[in-house]
């Protein structure tokens, strides 16, 4: 009885001394690392442990992971942040993006692109945030913030949209103070009349909340369409943002001149002057004659994003990582994809403790594939780019856990089951 319980006794503390030797939950082995933040280009090692990151070297003994990430060839960033989908998924009729039917329930689209933070883009306005937060924040792995719609029913649709008697500046504001972890700013869209009212409400909202205002400029009645030029130099703020930046839509003053197929010389003044630039290409939003022109000139969005909704996802856009895909096509080049993707978006949102990778920071991380061969890239114009690489999420971390894994290059493969892990 006494030699049986000292085996166990020293199988137990043979056990202890082996996990003690594995310091890291994971080891993500001989990446190409990039970190906009912390400057970091070049292949790394990352140790996650306790749900953060807890080092990035050059190596990392993969003795120490109880799991190891074998992403030789694959680029290693923060978890991507799209800053412009609609998640507000529900049943109710005629509700459009604001728990209707045409918003997306994030958990589906999110870590298959490496997507870990998404920002709803006004699905939600001050009366509906409440139910946002119980039926989608809550029950999301995803982390799920929120622009708050200035009109406070949020993006119901129709007349709910036009009505700027339920613009209300400070009861907006209000909401974002009292949901400051989650609300991030106030969001602008579809107003018809050319006025510049539900503008100013938001500008006006964010300045009492000290928190940035993304406007989707225009409804589908405004002719002719208000001036980007005032709307950027009169009427935002350094930091606020403009979203669907490569339009081409008549209700939109584009960025490139429609005679001349130049830019716009005030674009670039206007991002000088701390106006952030959002990709927002959506349904009908990006357009390569837009695009083309404006990137040959120099001029780069600030941040992607994909207006994620039913109606985006299976046409031009499809996903995160196709709209990363084809500003690399146009000439972008790799790193600087990455930073609007994760850096970028992070500081436009005012959350830096997200879109890196700094030791302490939350493991939230991609592992992306750069797919060689023969792609098609199109917009809604039917105008198609042929490219020759195209990202691929190889895996997906989230908050220190394996929430995706495509190949199954973790080793052993232990697969989170988000649902299950009481987050
Ligand atoms: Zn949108």
Redesign the pocket.
């Known amino acids: 009885m006494l030699k049986k319980s000292f085996l166990l006794f020293s199988l137990l503390f043979l056990f202890i001394t082996i996990l003690k030797c594995q310091t890291y939950n994971i080891v993500i082995k001989g990446g190409h690392v990039i970190d906009a933040k912390n400057n970091i280009n070049g292949i790394m090692d990352v140790a996650v442990n306790d749900g953060k990151i807890a080092l990035v070297a050059k190596n990392i003994d993969a003795r120490q992971g109880r799991q190891v990430v074998d992403a030789k060839g694959k680029y290693v960033t923060p978890g991507l942040i799209d800053m412009?989908?609609?998640v507000f998924a529900g049943t109710e009729p005629d509700h459009y993006?604001s728990n209707g039917l045409d918003a997306l329930p994030p958990d589906g689209f999110t870590f298959r692109v490496g997507v870990t933070t998404v920002v709803d883009?006004?699905g939600a306005g001050w009366k509906s945030f409440p139910t946002f937060k119980k039926n989608i924040i809550d029950h999301s792995y995803t982390r799920v913030l929120s622009f708050l719609n200035i009109v406070g029913e949020g993006?119901r649709g129709g007349a709910y949209e036009q009505d700027a008697n339920d613009m209300n500046s400070k009861l907006s504001a209000n909401a974002a103070r009292q949901y400051k972890d989650y609300i991030v700013g106030f969001k602008v869209?579809h107003y018809e009349a050319a006025e510049w009212t539900p503008v100013d409400r938001a500008v006006e909202a964010g300045k009492l909340a000290d928190i940035p205002v993304i406007v989707?400029f225009g409804g589908d009645d405004t002719h002719p369409p208000l001036s980007i030029e005032d709307l950027f130099f009169k009427h935002l703020r350094p930091g606020d943002i403009y979203?669907?930046t490569f339009t081409e839509l008549d209700r939109r003053d584009p960025i490139v001149d429609l005679k001349s197929r130049q830019l716009k010389p005030f674009v670039k003044d206007a991002q000088k002057k701390g106006i952030i630039f959002d990709v927002?290409y959506?349904g009908g939003?990006f357009d390569f004659r837009q695009a083309l022109p404006a990137i040959k000139a120099g001029f780069f969005p600030n941040t992607m994003s994909t207006?994620l909704?039913t109606g985006s996802m299976n046409a031009a856009m499809k996903d995160m990582l196709n709209v990363m895909s084809t500003f690399v096509a146009m000439g972008m080049d790799v790193p600087a994809v990455i930073k609007a993707g994760t850096w970028a978006p992070a500081q436009a949102i005012k959350h830096e403790e997200l879109g890196n990778l700094s030791v302490g920071a939350v493991a939230d991380i991609a592992v992306l594939n750069m797919r060689q061969g023969d792609f098609g890239l199109w917009d809604r114009m039917g105008y198609k780019v042929n490219a020759k690489q195209n990202f691929e999420c190889e895996m997906t971390i989230r908050g220190g856990k394996i929430v995706y894994d495509l190949n199954g290059i973790a080793t052993p493969i232990v697969l989170t089951d988000a649902k299950a892990s009481g987050h």
């Open positions: 412009h989908e609609h993006l883009c006004g993006m869209a989707d979203t669907h927002g959506g939003s207006d909704h």
